[in-house]
């Protein structure tokens, strides 16, 4: 069975630019999570999809920060505009139900805002 | 919110060893995991173990739920243990999200 997938490994960009991450979760898995890592501290929860729709997205910096999950398979993350403070490891993470069971986590992309 | 903090923060071992790391917890909870960390980055689970007792290989697993702790055994290190060791919780008031614990940073010489 294949595991999350996610793309970029890693990105840099300047600050004030946009970027975007994609992610795709396990088959068959409904529910979809995007956390931030800042180096040195555990994930933070950013958005927790459930199927298509937003279950908590209560951490979310919404003046630059949006996801969406279209189709309630892959999901998209994006920046716009990047600060320096954005620099982290983006992780996404899929389980089956609707309440948390088990996470399984794809490899992350790492962000540096220059 | 619920509070998890994991103890001790940081661990030197050399191969061979046997370590014990403890999560604790300020509130019931419905689930926990314990997760590995490697120097990649990647996050690898280890258990999911919202009660009871688990084992796999040298790794074995305890949570009791009424104390509000877990605790993560690994028993004859090697050197690719190394890396950060989280414990994530969903409090039982069901926000059906995890919180991470504080990490414990491992490094098992050879």
């Known amino acids: 069975e294949a595991g999350v997938a996610q793309s970029p490994r890693y990105k840099i960009i300047e600050k004030r630019q946009s970027v975007a991450f994609w992610c795709n979760p396990i088959s068959g898995h409904a529910t979809l999570y995007w956390y931030q890592q800042i180096l040195g501290q555990g994930p933070k929860l950013l958005i927790q999809?459930?199927?298509?729709?937003?279950?908590?997205d209560s951490q979310l910096p919404k003046d630059r920060f949006s996801a969406e999950r279209l189709k309630g398979v892959d999901s998209t993350l994006k920046i716009q505009p990047a600060k320096l403070e954005d620099s982290a490891v983006y992780l996404c993470?899929?389980?089956?139900?609707?309440?948390?069971?088990?996470?399984?986590f794809g490899p992350g992309t790492r962000l540096t805002v220059l | 919110g619920i509070q998890v903090e994991q103890s001790p923060p940081d661990l030197i071992l050399q191969e061979g060893a046997n370590s014990t790391l403890r999560c604790n917890f300020s509130?019931?909870?419905?689930?926990l995991q314990w997760f590995h960390q490697n120097p990649w980055g990647q996050l690898i689970n280890l258990f999911y173990i919202p009660s009871g007792t688990k084992q796999n290989g040298r790794l074995s697993a305890t949570t009791v739920a009424t104390e509000r702790y877990s605790l993560l055994y690994i028993s004859s290190s090697q050197t690719t243990d190394s890396g950060v060791y989280f414990c994530a919780v969903e409090a039982a008031s069901g926000t059906y999200k995890y919180i991470f614990g504080t990490g414990t940073r491992l490094k098992v010489l050879a």
């Open positions: 999809f459930q199927n298509n729709g937003v279950v908590d």
């Open positions: 993470a899929s389980s089956s139900g609707p309440s948390v069971n088990e996470q399984f």
């Open positions: 509130d019931s909870v419905n689930n």
